[in-house]
């Protein structure tokens, strides 16, 4: 185990606070370590674009975005992807958008949807009954309570869905799209180590990221039946700064 560690977090119900902003004593902590030689990596469900604003503030060193489906490094720059085709993704979302109450479909830079929310002020109004924008899909979101019919859709084009805790949206995308696996793929662009991460998570797809993490930390304020899947919870929720205080007395 090197003394370099790559800290690991997602944002949402993670890092950032109810106000989904970095708290200032968050801030302080992450920077004492980035000074200190240790690897900070975002690892989010969100675009690229989505996420660009706490990028621009903690200034990590990776970003692995939309589940796992790309890794950005420091500058901004897409290192590695793993998206679905444009053939697939078409076909797909024909098939979708019927059985579906909104779907989003991250192409790019770019993220298209049937239903506009003013807490995502750069998405791109799209009609998909008219087609698919050209391109291949980092990611598709779609908000049903027709949990069987979706699940079987995805099964059968051979994609992978992750629910959240809701229950009512549903984030799809190439098999090999996860956050686990965004880490792996890191680690072996970065030469790193499993035994050098340390991570921090609240949700389903976060479990598989924690359990193959030297150290995997779930947020006191995850779902109380994610408890009993890791070994280690924090002491402090998101609001408290729980991922800043974990590592200012682990580290």
Request: with cysteine.
């Amino acid at each position: 185990m090197s003394d370099t560690k790559f800290i690991v977090f997602d944002l949402d119900e993670t890092l950032l606070n109810n106000q989904r902003q970095v708290s200032d004593f968050t801030l302080s902590v992450l920077k004492e370590l980035g000074h200190r030689g240790h690897k900070l990596v975002i690892n989010t469900a969100r675009s690229a674009p989505f996420q660009k604003q706490i990028f621009d503030i903690i200034r990590p060193d990776y970003s692995i975005v939309c589940g796992g489906a790309a890794i950005l490094d420091g500058s901004g720059n897409m290192i590695y992807e793993m998206a679905i085709d444009e053939a697939t993704a078409s076909e797909f979302i024909r098939e979708l958008y019927p059985i579906s109450d909104n779907v989003c479909a991250e192409i790019g830079d770019v993220c298209y949807c049937t239903s506009l929310s003013p807490y995502r002020p750069n998405d791109v109004y799209h009609d998909f009954s008219l087609g698919v924008p050209r391109g291949n899909v980092q990611k598709i979101l779609a908000a049903s309570t027709d949990n069987e019919s979706i699940s079987l859709l995805v099964k059968s084009h051979g994609l992978r869905e992750t629910i959240y805790h809701n229950g009512y949206w549903r984030r799809i995308g190439h098999p090999l799209a996860t956050k686990e696996e965004g880490v792996r793929a890191l680690l072996r662009i970065t030469g790193g180590s499993a035994e050098d991460v340390i991570a921090f998570g609240d949700d389903h797809g976060d479990i598989a990221m924690l359990k193959e993490a030297a150290l995997g930390v779930l947020m006191k304020n995850a779902d109380p039946t994610l408890h009993s899947l890791c070994e280690h919870i924090s002491e402090y929720t998101n609001d408290e700064d729980g991922v800043a205080r974990f590592l200012k007395q682990l580290l």
